[in-house]
């Protein structure tokens, strides 16, 4: 078996090599994974027919391929078991002994070997990094998801996509003047691996609206051609006004709505309220109603008070700046944003 390394770019292409009857290492790998750089590459985002068809679910995934057949596999990124694996489909091992990774060199070629020793330490770092657990990634991809109307988790930004796919639906929802938040998957692995099993969708982009996944590439695009996606996204996309300040409000657990920032206030009832907060030490999180008229309207019927500053504890209105500056003045603010 040669040391030649070839990047498929087809399920084509591979059933030419597999048919061809040559000894063949396919590695699946990603470009986000240091254990699954270089050598018989298969990206396995971009290639999903490839890896549906194999059932790859993590990488690095290695197919071993003699006679045109699928005869072994391999996840992870192990020097031992990858040398004992190619040597026995290159027709170099016949030992049932796990091979030296000096085999390797033979059965694979130099640069192969050098490879995988590398990045094998690269998998034990990485599996060295403690795993954050079910509950708290499924509560973090909750709150990505919903975090705007529409959101589109991609792979680059939508000022610099770095795929064709997430190029085509930024394009697409730009061409239908759609407001949407992003999420590059390139920059937290945890997000990217959490988020296929989170929606049962193993590729990116992935486009939701109101927290539901819509689909990727191929759905958008054919939602747009058949006009189904503008219907969509103008019924789904618009959060009622209702659902958006109860999202607001419910945003911190102790929340200001103010007139300019903490750092800015533009009216002193805004000020002396962020001072007695920061007297107090509390952390808050604040809007600014001069940035958003229709918030500004909606919060005073919403919440039957009509003057700014507004201060919520826990998703309840506390109230404005005289009754924050008597809780202040009698020592009782601190007590009533931590019961």
Same mark, same amino acid.
Request: aromatic share 8%.
């Given at each position: 078996m040669g040391g030649a390394v070839k990047d498929i770019a087809s399920k084509?292409?591979?059933?030419?090599?597999?048919?061809?009857?040559?000894?063949?290492?396919?590695?699946?790998?990603?470009?986000? $994974?240091?254990? @699954?750089? *270089?050598?018989?590459? +298969?990206?396995? =985002? /971009?290639?999903?027919?490839?890896?549906?068809?194999?059932?790859?679910?993590?990488v690095p995934f290695f197919v071993f391929f003699k006679d045109g057949k699928a005869v072994d596999t391999l996840e992870g990124a192990d020097p031992s078991s990858l040398a004992n694996k190619v040597g026995k489909i290159a027709g170099s091992s016949t030992s049932a002994e796990p091979a030296a990774p000096a085999s390797l060199g033979l059965a694979a070629g130099p640069t192969i070997l050098e490879t995988v020793k590398e990045n094998a330490k690269a998998t034990v770092k990485d599996r060295a990094q403690p795993a954050p657990t079910t509950e708290n990634l499924n509560d973090r991809l909750e709150k990505l998801t919903n975090s705007h109307p529409v959101m589109l988790f991609m792979?680059?930004?939508?000022?610099?996509?770095? $795929?064709?796919? @997430?190029? *085509?639906?930024?394009? +697409?929802?730009? =061409? /239908?003047?759609?407001?949407?938040?992003?999420?590059?998957?390139?920059?937290?692995?945890?997000?990217?691996?959490?988020?296929?099993?989170?929606?049962?969708?193993?590729?990116?982009?992935?486009?939701?609206?109101?927290?539901?996944?819509?689909?990727?590439?191929?759905?958008?695009?054919?939602?747009?051609?058949?006009?189904?996606?503008?219907?969509?996204?103008?019924?789904?996309?618009?959060?009622?006004?209702?659902?958006?300040?109860?999202?607001?409000?419910?945003?911190?657990?102790?929340?200001?709505?103010?007139?300019?920032?903490?750092?800015?206030?533009?009216?002193?009832?805004?000020?002396?309220?962020?001072?007695?907060?920061?007297?107090?030490?509390?952390?808050?999180?604040?809007?600014?109603i001069l940035s958003d008229e229709e918030v500004r309207q909606g919060i005073k019927s919403f919440s039957n008070w009509p003057t700014f500053p507004q201060l919520y504890y826990k998703g309840e209105l506390v109230g404005g700046c005289d009754i924050i500056m008597e809780l202040s003045n009698s020592g009782d603010l601190g007590a009533t944003l931590s019961e």
């Open positions: 084509s292409e591979l059933d030419n090599l597999r048919q061809s009857g040559a000894p063949i290492a396919l590695h699946f790998w990603a470009s986000w $994974c240091d254990a @699954s750089k *270089q050598m018989d590459q +298969v990206e396995a =985002e /971009e290639h999903p027919e490839i890896s549906e068809a194999y059932s790859v679910s993590a792979k680059g930004t939508p000022e610099e996509p770095r $795929c064709g796919f @997430s190029r *085509q639906v930024v394009g +697409v929802l730009r =061409e /239908e003047n759609v407001d949407f938040g992003s999420f590059d998957i390139l920059s937290d692995n945890e997000v990217r691996e959490g988020l296929k099993k989170f929606s049962n969708w193993p590729t990116f982009p992935q486009l939701y609206c109101n927290g539901e996944l819509l689909g990727g590439s191929d759905i958008v695009l054919e939602m747009q051609k058949s006009g189904e996606l503008r219907q969509v996204l103008s019924e789904k996309g618009k959060q009622s006004l209702e659902d958006r300040l109860k999202t607001l409000i419910n945003s911190e657990k102790v929340m200001l709505f103010m007139k300019g920032s903490p750092d800015e206030p533009k009216c002193g009832f805004s000020s002396k309220v962020v001072k007695a907060l920061r007297d107090e030490n509390v952390n808050f999180g604040s809007f600014d």
